[in-house]
């Protein structure tokens, strides 16, 4: 069960981004990876419906992303069933799930036991969803899921807010630029693992940190990566 007084940090801090400057695939990002870290988590990622598909904009840590990846490529798994159904979809034990053969194949390999799919509700419509994983099997307390959907809403509301007006077609195009931001981010890996000798993994974290310590935009870091020759 979680911690309820750093649920509420949390929620705290992570809704006084709303009143700065904000990219989108950031704030996903971090949803990501606060509530991975409130319910002691492996890891987590969000996926986004952009033209009719399932897209992973991103997977904090980076190990994980082969399953948000093969979600993308495969249109099959539990955020991908939370996505097209708006419930939450919730796995013990992968071992134990009959469901997804494909994806339990790649959760084996990575060392991952249990998933959760908490959607991303826009009115009556479903605009993605929160991927949680856990390394180990995990009862999916009902308070847990709860804390995951708060969070989720929140992050729903980064969406809304991006725009100047709150309309399904401009949520679209928040969403497109996330998975816009989130390919030069993969190229910005792929570039300064090479340049620095490093697991593409390791690579995203020097990159983050440079980010973090500079207060600057991870999507325009990587653009210097890419564009302008930047090696942090």
């Given at each position: 069960m979680y911690d309820h007084a750093e649920f509420v940090r949390t929620t705290s801090e992570f809704a006084q981004k709303?009143?700065?400057?904000?990219?989108?695939?950031?704030?996903?990002?971090?949803?990501?990876?606060?509530?991975?870290?409130?319910?002691?988590?492996?890891?987590?990622?969000?996926?986004?419906?952009?033209?009719?598909?399932v897209r992973a904009i991103t997977t904090i840590p980076e190990w994980l992303a082969d399953l948000g990846r093969h979600q993308e490529d495969t249109q099959k798994?539990?955020?991908?069933?939370?996505?097209?159904?708006g419930a939450v979809v919730a796995v013990a034990d992968l071992r134990a799930d009959t469901r997804w053969p494909d994806y339990r194949a790649v959760a084996?390999?990575?060392?991952?036991?249990?998933?959760?799919?908490?959607?991303?509700?826009?009115?009556?419509?479903?605009?993605?969803?929160?991927?949680?994983?856990?390394?180990?099997?995990?009862?999916?307390?009902?308070?847990?899921?709860?804390a995951a959907r708060v969070l989720t809403d929140l992050a729903t509301g980064f969406l809304i807010n991006a725009s100047s007006y709150a309309k399904q077609a401009l949520v679209t195009e928040q969403l497109q630029h996330a998975l816009d931001s989130r390919i030069v981010i993969e190229q910005a890996k792929g570039i300064l693992a090479e340049a620095r000798g490093l697991e593409v993994a390791r690579a995203f974290e020097v990159m983050r940190k440079y980010t973090r310590d500079r207060n600057l935009r991870l999507v325009e870091v990587a653009r210097a990566v890419v564009h302008m020759g930047l090696r942090p």
């Open positions: 709303l009143i700065e400057p904000y990219e989108v695939h950031e704030v996903l990002g971090d949803l990501a990876e606060r509530t991975s870290q409130l319910l002691a988590l492996a890891g987590g990622g969000v996926t986004v419906e952009v033209d009719g598909r798994g539990p955020c991908i069933d939370a996505s097209a159904t084996a390999r990575i060392g991952v036991r249990a998933a959760a799919g908490i959607p991303m509700h826009l009115g009556a419509h479903t605009v993605g969803a929160l991927n949680l994983y856990g390394a180990a099997p995990r009862i999916w307390d009902s308070e847990d899921l709860a």
